[in-house]
Structure formats: structure tokens, C-alpha cells
């Protein structure tokens, strides 16, 4: 049996904090964290176990590009996987937000049914049991 998988959900809006929540039950992985702006979610990548960080990409504060560049930029955080969120198709493919600071994304609106399959598929899990 493998270790659990940990994940960090980070999104500014309560509603769509509460849908990612369940995607991430519903694929089976441990939220380590589900918070609502950037700085908390880069504080709970960097201590430690984290194996896929869900950023929303507008965020007050530090948003999920700059919380990606943070993740990239430290050597132990490097590996971790990044799933971008946004509304806007055009932020999440204008000037290779998508290519050079995260390993997927997933536009909004979205269902926890698809959240949880891009997780998983993320994470490597398969299908649940």
C-alpha cells in the first residue's frame, strides 16, 4: 500500500474552496491545507510532504503564479506538482503561465468529478476503488 497523498488547495473563494475540498475527498488524497491566499498556501508547500499544490491563479496578496514561482525557485519544493484554477482561459495560456510554472490547470467553472479525475491522474492514483 502506498502512502497517502498530500495536497494544498488554495483559493480566495469560500464556494469554490469548499468544491475543491470535496474533489480532493472524493479522489482520496489528505488536504494538508485548504486556505484562501497565496502566502498561506507557499507556507504550507514549504513545510514539508506536499505532493500537489491546487492554486487559483488571482489571489489577494501573492497570487498562484507568484506562489508557482516561489515553489519552482526553492530546491525543496521543487518537485512538487501544481495544478492551476482560474476562470480565464486566457490567463491560464497567455505568456506560458501554464507551460513554465505548472504541471496542469483546470478552468472554472468545473465539477468536483473532474477536479478529483485531474488529481488523481495528477497523483498517479488510478481510478478510486
Known sequence: MTDLKRIVIADDD???RR??????NRAGVEIA???????????????????LAVLDISMPGLNGVEVAEAIRGDEATKGTLI??????VQLL??????????????????????????????????EPA
Open 33 to 51: 491545507a485548504a486556505v484562501d491566499n497565496g502566502r498561506s498556501a507557499l507556507e504550507a508547500v514549504a513545510a514539508g510532504g506536499i505532493d
Open 93 to 126: 495560456t497567455d505568456h506560458g503561465v501554464v507551460a513554465d510554472r505548472s504541471d496542469s490547470f483546470i478552468i472554472k467553472p468545473f465539477s468536483p468529478r473532474a477536479l478529483s479525475e485531474r488529481i488523481r491522474a495528477m497523483l498517479g492514483l488510478g
Open 19 to 24: 468544491l475543491m475540498v470535496i474533489a480532493a
Open 83 to 88: 495544478l492551476m484554477v482560474s476562470a480565464s
Open 14 to 16: 469560500d464556494d469554490i
